[in-house]
């Protein structure tokens, strides 16, 4: 058995369309959405989002229109949105589907259950959100979806702080 660098169903760089090129070289947040419908949990690990300060604060992101997570926000209207730290890299593979989690990948952390849906029980910085558009447009091979940031819980603040998890040329990093 070979252990490879990169993932092994990931296209050649030069195969890779200019826009997904260029898109790899920002540092992209790795945060995990997660929503809950009639007792049914999902959740997606989400770089493709921009926070809108206003009154409401939003949030914008791009998701995956078959994924369990879109259908489990779109009945339920409601969403927590978790910032991912360095150590929390394995979680994020899990809900993005690239690392294998027995049991799901809910089985992998602690959960408390929330008004806006499942969220991580450990001191993550999360949001409570509310969905607010019937129609979501097409983003790329997404959709774009906008949520109303409802609740907002901070974590620890520095020295104890972990680094946040960000997303770079397909490998995490910490950033500082």
């Not at 979680?91 to 993005?96: C, M, T, W």
């Given at each position: 058995m ?34 809950a ?18 009154d ?16 489990a926000l ?27 989690a ?10 408390t ?18 969905l ?7 983003a ?6 906008r ?25 995490y990093s910490?950033?500082?």
């Open positions: 070979t252990i490879h660098d990169e993932h092994p169903f990931t296209p050649a760089e030069s195969g890779r369309s200019p826009a997904r090129r260029f898109r790899s070289r920002l540092a992209s947040p790795v945060t995990l959405w997660t929503a419908h009639q007792g049914q949990r999902a959740g997606l690990t989400v770089s493709s989002l921009l926070v809108a300060d206003g409401p604060g939003l949030v914008v992101g791009i998701l995956d229109p078959l994924s369990d997570l879109w259908d779109r009945a339920s209207g409601r969403a927590v949105i978790s910032v991912l730290d360095w150590p929390d890299r394995s979680l994020a593979d899990a809900f993005g589907y690239v690392a294998p027995p049991g799901g990948p809910f089985t992998l952390a602690q959960w259950e929330s008004e806006w849906g499942p969220r991580l029980a450990a001191g993550h910085t999360w949001a409570g959100c509310q607010l558009d019937v129609d979501h447009p097409t790329g091979w997404g959709i774009l979806v949520l109303e940031i409802a609740h907002v819980e901070l974590g620890p603040d520095a020295p104890t702080e972990q680094p946040p998890l960000v997303h770079r040329r397909g490998r910490a950033a500082d």
